[in-house]
């Protein structure tokens, strides 16, 4: 029957997801359960693994609006499948925001968890308007509400789901909710609180075990069990429990880590306002969105999202950002054109109090409340999305893993072919049927390794031990084979390239319509009275915390600089002013004139009759990396007006200003000091009418006020590179990583700073792409600007174009684009061709908003680069953790936004890091190698041995599986990282040419020694078949002891024979060839001699393997069941081992360095084209002769083409 397409939820979202109704069918139902009892349960194992047939195996089809059971399956490229169940629930209303006019009188039954119908009570139908079902169902601790008007499911978020206007939120929720209503939406929004449920380790035991993995084990454990062989099914399920306990550890550490995280603070007492202006204390639980809750004076961790509508508040949101700056927090603006602007927590991030981020002080007026709406609870909040992310994360889509399951399924082929075989042997020998099954089922559990797992993830583990010593922590082990492969970095550039703190080099005023000399100090007795040290005074957002100035570091300095003393007055003292002040700054009592000082008269004079220094700030606009600025107004003691004070990125601060007041030379000053590398700001001032009072400026907009201002000067700031950064961008290029640079600064100060740390070379060109919208009838279009170089070059120069194989080269100047968050948007929405073109070469992003790096990370992965990014943590949350590997220079020990956080604060733990990924993704190819040889060579001796109806003893597969293979495949992953980073990277593969040749030719190499020792065996002159009478030791050497083996009573599983003892020997030598030849040194890890616990290992084992075999121990014969053979057999044994060994490193040898081209010779595929899209494109852009653009050529949008219009 064919599926009905699927309905969509969550559409254009992450989670998106393709969902389709089902209901019980008894048949169906009734055929599984027939089917698990005929399958002692398998059955229902492998639909408890395939949710997809589980579902269908058991249910019809039907509509959603019917379906008892929903099949959920993601969009993405993992397309995951999940079960849900449809739960009812009855409400009084269909909507969390629906008008409840009817209940105002009664009571709403307060009922937790999972809403039944119990929900409504019969007693209260009276009194409520009919109450209606709703359908709904909890997927990864969201729920998903049916919605009668679109035919779907939908979730809830919070009071922005209807679309309110930072205006209507003042008027419409700023009073608060009643009992009845908070109540009617807890049933929808649930508790507030981000429940992380540990589970009980009963729980986690069964979820563990019932891994396919373990599920194997167990079918091995009691097949060796029916074979008597308890000592190894023995060892199995030790190392199995010990395993399981780990994992249980480990899990529910995590867990307990993770609830206790989230515990903290979660649930508190919280003061609510209701509809009747009553205040009363509840459980920060109990809140739901549309509340109205009090922000205490000594702060508090808040326990929700909500917006600030009354006050101010100083926020510490380390625990979101990773960034411990102070964070100012000012009230929803409430008239202007800012209040029309509908609210998201997104846009009006600087008014919003997020979940768990903790606040540490409010400012308010004399009798005035500071209050906020609660906005978002629960798991929708910033703080539960982020839980949510760590509890449900996506798969880590690597192809080492993809292709470790294709080879497992190989594996899973060799060992049909070996069941197959087996079984038609067995019949011809007339063997018993009990027999056949064991046997043939035996040669499955020999085929898959049942350690590969364990062994697999060791190396992994060892090289976070080793990134840990250096001082780099991860919270996502699976991402250090990723750090591997990565072939471009993305760098943030203030803190991670350059040094946190600014220095200020110098200041610039302006007077009179131009500008005046540059001043190194700002604090000096001629300026105190000067509005541009006003401006550097008050345009902040400082706080004193403690007694200690805190905020913004470059703000920091700018205060610094003047000299002058920030005050917070308490609320009593800030009654004297009129209008209320909150802060105050002032110059140090020193600079104000000391004729003022002396004078008898001005010391007995009024507070208002003072020299006017003091200065209170009245409100404040904080920054926004949107509009890139900043704004304050303040009031002069004793003046009758206010000013207005602004500070911003000087292109759009000039833009504001009258035009008059910017000298001409403004583009010219501000280009030579950013190509120089500064960081510069400009300041402005208005001086507002005097009719203006307080209250009038609280409800001023923003957009008013940053209008008509007078140019007063610029800020020069020195932003050094750290010492350590241009060598890691050195060593980087030269290790065919490409780096870029993303950042919110200014443009030309960008590429100052890319071509002073080598991230652009002298010789090469950057190429400038700005772009404008459509206006006015005009397309879109990007003007293609040619900066100057600084070192003249010949046109002719040859440049190779960053490749994975160099071997692309261009007979052209080098160039780099360099592109503006403006232009990017633009380019984004109205050039999608040229998007991905630009991205091959563009190295500087400049004035990029946070979301466009996380935008530019998918563009980069889109063209299949493996993307690392490195960050402070501040604003690229996003992009830390959308990049295949997120670096943050934090000094927080673990940050929840990014899988990699290093405690050193510079970018040397970016080569760190990609040499552990390199060395931990070849130590996972040489340990998948060798576990698959391992499975292969004890494979082909057992099928020998069953073709003479023999097999390998339990003590033999003992000593194999535990001394030989789990000390190997545990100690070759220690090999720590190559000491520095080489021109080529490790396969990304395990299913390519070179690396099957290599393992196919080595199983080649140990199954035609393996037959070679078999068919030898049986033509020597003292071969027999072997009974406990059998003395071919004495046949040929006398000096050995008579009868060794003729005490052993008689052998009915035909283990003790020639054939056995000489396929033990030579397999056993065969492990520890592969181990050696696999176990892969320079150029990703140090070579295997400095891993001393590998070569002790091996060493130990040729002794004592070579011991045995030339001077028998009794003991030890008996204990593996080994018969003796003669010495000339024992020393023919050690030349075969030796060609073995010789031959396996030759063919090894070989196929690293002629494997590649051998079979690309073979295959007739010498001229491949590249498989990644970068070096498709690359390809495509050299025989363009259009690209890059021409100088000063304009690139339109209506061209379908995007044909280059002639210069301007």
Known sequence: MKTKEPTIINQGLEDEMEVWGYRPCVWKMILVGVGTVCSGGLLLLLLYWLPEWGVKGTCTHTSLRDAH????????????????????????????????????????????????????????????????????????????????MIQNFEFYIGLEDVKVSCASIHSDHSSGLSKTLQDYRRLFFGENEIAVRVPSLFKLLIKEVLNPFYIFQLFSVILWSAEDYY????????????????SLYTIQKQYVMLHDMVATHSVVRVSVCRGNKEIEQAMSTDLVPGDVIIIPANGMVMPCDAVLIHGTCIVNESMLTGESVPVTKTSLPSSGEDAAWTYSTEEHKRHTLFCGTHVIQTRFYAGELVEAVVVRTGFSTEKGQLVRSILHPKPTDFKLYRDAYLFLLCLVGVAGIGFIYTIVLSIMNKVPAKTIIIESLDIITITVPPALPAAMTAG???????????????????????????????????????EDGLDLWGVQRVEDGSFSPPEADAAEDSL??????????TCHS????????????????????????????????????????????????????????????????????????EIGIVRQFPFSSTLQRMSVVVRRLGEKHMDAYLKGAPEVVASLCKQHTVPQSFTETLETYTKQGFRVIALAHRQLESKLSWHKVQSLSRDLLETNMEFLGLIIMQNKIKEETAGVLRELRQANIRTLMVTGDNMLTAISVARDCGMIRAHERVIIAEAAPPKDFHPASITWHYTENPVQTKDNQSVEINLEDGVYARQEQSYHFAVTGRAFAVITEHFPQLLQKLALRATVFARMAPDQKTQLVEVLQSIDYTVGMCGDGANDCGALKRAHCGISLSELEASVASPFTSSTANISCVPNLIREGRAALIT??????????????????????????????????????????????????????????????????????PLLFS?????????????????LVRQQSWYETWTPQSDACNASRSGLSHGLNVTSPHDHKNIKNYENTTLFYVSSFQYLAVAIIFSKGKPFRQPSYRNWPFMLSCIALYTFLLFIMLYPVRAIDNFLEIVCVPHDWRIT???????????????????QHWASSFLSWLFCRTNKPPRVLYMHLALELQDNTDWPPRPSTVTYASDPQSRLSAPL
């Open 460 to 498: 992994i583990v060892y090289a976070q031990r080793r990134l840990k010593r250096v001082g780099i922590f991860c919270i996502s082990p699976q991402r250090i084979n990723m750090c591997g492969q990565l072939n471009l970095v993305c760098f943030d550039k203030t803190g991670t390239l350059t």
């Open 231 to 246: 000592y190894y099914a023995t060892a199995i399920v030790f190392m199995s429990v010990i395993s399981i306990a780990t």
């Open 528 to 537: 105190v009275n000067s509005a541009f040290v006003a401006c550097m005074a």
């Open 69 to 148: 059971t929903l099949l959920l399956r993601t969009t993405d490229e993992f397309s995951q499948w999940f079960r849900a169940k449809v739960h009812v629930m009855l409400a009084p209303g269909k909507e969390p925001f629906d008008s409840l006019d009817l209940m105002s009188t009664a009571q709403l039954p307060n009922g937790a968890g999972d809403y039944g119908i119990s929900a409504v009570h019969d007693e209260h139908h009276g009194k409520y308007r009919q109450p209606v079902q709703i359908l709904y169902f909890t997927h990864h601790s969201t729920k998903y509400y049916w919605n009668d």
């Open 1133 to 1151: 044994l050690v030349i075969i081992v030796i060609v073995n060994a010789a031959v396996s490193f030759i063919l090894e040898e070989a196929n």
């Open 924 to 993: 996972s190819f040489c340990v998948f190698k060798f576990m698959a040889l391992y499975s292969i060579i004890q494979y082909l001796s057992v099928t020998l041995l069953y073709s003479i109806l023999s097999n390998l003893g339990d003590f033999q597969f003992l000593f194999i599986d535990i001394a030989i293979i789990l000390i190997i495949a545990f100690t070759m992953s220690l090999n720590p990282a190559w000491k520095e980073l080489v021109w080529r990277r490790p396969p990304s593969s395990l299913i390519s040419g």
């Open 999 to 1015: 393992v196919l030719t080595q199983i080649i190499t140990c199954l035609l020694f393996q037959v070679l020792a078999f068919l």
């Open 542 to 613: 400082l706080t004193k915390i403690e007694g200690e100035l805190s905020g913004d570091p470059l703000d920091l300095k700018m205060f610094s600089a003047t000299g002058w003393i920030l005050e917070e007055p308490t609320e009593e003292e800030t009654t004297l002013h009129n209008p209320i002040m909150p802060t105050v700054v002032r110059p140090p009592k020193q600079s104000i004139p000391e004729a003022n000082q002396n004078n008898p008269l001005t010391q007995n004079m009024e507070l208002n009759q003072l020299p006017s220094c």
